[in-house]
C-alpha cells in the first residue's frame, strides 16, 4: 500500500516537473517566457484548471479551452513520460530516499537538455554545469567509494569513461569545426562520464548513435532535411544516458 501510495505521488510530481519544464522550454522559443501562464496563441491567461498535468490536456482533447486551438502534444506526452520516469525509478532502482531525490534531479536536468536541444538545437552550459555537480554528488552517495572499491580503480573507471564520450566528441568537433556535432555534446559527455562506468558510457554512446540513425536516417532519404543538417545528438545522448543507467542499476543489482 505504502508503495502504491509512493508511486502515485511520484507520478504527479514528474508529471508536474515535466509541465514546467516544457513550458519554458516550448515558450523560450518564442521568447515568451515572462508573464503568467497563457495561450500562446490567444494568449488568455489559464486558470488552475487548465494547469493540472496530463489531466487538463486530456479533458480538453489538447485544445485551448478559450481560443479552441490546438495544444502542442508535446506538452502532454513530456508530462507523461515525466512521471512514468519518476514513478520508476522509485519502483526499480535499489536507492535510499536521497539517492532517489539527487537522481530525480538529475534525470530532469538530462529530460531537460532533451527537450531544449530537441527544439532550441542548444545546450545550455549553466544546466550542464549544474548536472555535473550533481552526477558527483550522486556518485558519492551511491557508495562508489566504498570499502568494496579502491577509490583508484573506480578513479580509473570514469577517466576511461571520458574517451568515449568527451574525447571522441572533442576530436570530432574539433576536426569539423563544429559542422557535424556541437560543443554543448562535448560537454554533456561529462557529466554522464561521471555518471556511468566506461563500459556503460560506451552503450550510451552506441545507443545514442542508433538512435540518431534510426530518427534521421528516413528523413535524409526521404529529402526532407539535409546532409549538413545539424542533428540534435545531445538529446539522443541524454536518453540513451538514462537507458544506460537504468540497465546499469538493475543488472548490478540482479547479479
Known amino acids: 500500500m505504502t508503495d502504491a501510495i509512493a508511486t502515485f505521488f511520484l507520478f504527479w510530481l514528474g508529471a508536474g516537473v515535466g509541465s514546467f519544464v ?16 497563457h495561450c500562446d ?13 496530463v489531466l487538463s490536456y486530456v479533458v480538453l482533447g489538447g485544445k485551448c479551452r478559450y481560443c479552441r486551438q490546438s495544444i502542442s502534444p508535446t506538452y502532454g506526452l513530456f508530462e507523461i513520460l515525466m512521471g512514468c520516469l519518476f514513478a520508476l525509478s522509485y519502483l526499480y532502482l535499489p536507492l535510499s530516499f536521497i539517492e532517489l531525490a539527487v ?11 532533451f ?23 550522486f556518485v558519492v552517495l551511491t557508495g562508489v567509494f566504498s570499502e568494496q572499491k579502491m577509490c583508484t580503480s573506480v578513479m580509473i573507471e570514469h ?12 576530436t570530432v568537433f574539433l576536426l569539423t569545426r563544429g559542422r557535424l556535432i556541437g560543443g554543448g555534446d562535448v560537454l554533456l559527455g561529462l ?10 558510457a560506451i552503450v550510451a554512446l552506441l545507443l545514442a548513435s542508433v538512435l540518431a540513425l534510426i530518427f534521421y536516417l528516413p528523413l535524409f532519404f526521404a529529402k526532407k532535411i539535409k546532409s549538413n543538417t545539424k542533428i540534435p545528438f ?7 544516458a538514462l537507458t544506460s543507467f537504468f540497465v546499469m542499476k ?3 543489482d540482479f547479479f
Open 22 to 37: 516544457s513550458l519554458k522550454v516550448l515558450r523560450s522559443i518564442n521568447q515568451s517566457t515572462k508573464g503568467g501562464s
Open 41 to 53: 496563441k490567444c494568449r488568455h491567461k489559464l486558470a488552475w484548471s487548465d494547469l493540472v498535468p
Open 103 to 113: 537522481w530525480l534531479a538529475v534525470a530532469t536536468l538530462l529530460m531537460s537538455l
Open 115 to 137: 527537450l531544449t536541444d530537441l527544439y532550441c538545437r542548444k545546450l545550455p552550459f549553466i544546466q550542464i554545469l549544474i548536472l555535473t555537480i550533481l552526477c558527483s554528488i
Open 159 to 170: 577517466i576511461f569513461s571520458l574517451i568515449p564520450l568527451t574525447g571522441l566528441f572533442g
Open 191 to 200: 557529466p554522464i562520464a561521471i555518471l556511468l562506468e566506461w563500459r556503460w
Open 234 to 240: 545531445g538529446s539522443f545522448l541524454a536518453i540513451a
Open 250 to 252: 538493475l543488472f548490478v
